[in-house]
């Protein structure tokens, strides 16, 4: 599973870039707000670091709107990924945008039917949102297994990202779950890291081999 970064803060993406652990990261209107600044001027300092793709998302809720703001944000930096919310006129520009060869992410999923549309309307990526289903105590890790299973069983190239992701259950569940991709914030991140374990384990080693030195 590659880990993208759930974020608009560039900071916070060199950071983990540093880490090597970092493959591509998601926005959204809500996340780019948070960084105070306008997507045209963070996208591409976002863009610069990572190796993977950048979702930025489009703010128009009709098909012909949805694909000018495309068109506007694919020429700001080549690896940026549309993302699309899972609307019927978000359908219809995942498809005009295929024939552009734009990739897109269509976001906001929450059930196997939508992720079957957004996959034949063209999607690059599907992301269920599997967080807010846990808000609402729905069952969010079968809808991953689900769509995952039902993808491979059609042979369906349309890659999983598990999205709204809030602690590391989140993320080892969907690992399990066979998400190609898990999208996750800082926060998380940085408790993944972190095992009381690690630190106690570390703390005797350098005290024994500080022993070796007297
Ligand atoms: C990423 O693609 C989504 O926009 C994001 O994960 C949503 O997360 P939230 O449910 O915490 O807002």
């Known amino acids: 599973m590659k880990i993208f970064m759930d974020t608009g803060n560039v900071e916070e993406i060199e950071k983990f870039v540093d880490w090597g652990v970092v493959y591509g990261v998601t926005t959204n209107p ?75 992410n269509v976001t906001l999923v929450f059930s196997m039917g939508q992720a079957l549309l957004a996959a034949r309307a063209g999607a690059t990526y599907v992301s269920p949102f599997i967080g807010r289903l846990d808000d609402i105590v729905e069952d969010w890790v079968k809808l991953v297994e689900n769509i995952v299973k039902a993808f491979k069983i059609y042979g369906i190239e349309t890659e999983v990202i598990a999205a709204s992701i809030r602690n590391i259950e989140h993320v080892e569940r969907v690992m399990l779950a066979g998400a190609q991709i898990a999208t996750i914030p800082t926060k998380v991140l940085e408790a993944m890291i972190k095992h009381p374990l690690t630190d106690k384990g570390l703390e005797q080693f350098l005290a024994d081999y500080g022993s070796t030195m007297k």
């Open 30 to 104: 809500s996340l780019i707000a948070k960084s105070g600044r306008i997507q045209e001027e963070v996208i591409p300092e976002i863009a610069a670091p990572v190796k993977g793709t950048v979702s930025a998302e489009v703010i128009s809720t009709v098909c012909a709107g949805m694909v000018k703001e495309a068109e506007k944000l694919s020429k700001i930096v080549g690896n940026v990924v549309i993302k699309i919310p899972c609307i019927a006129e978000g359908l219809k520009a995942v498809r005009v945008l295929r024939g552009m060869c734009i990739k897109t």
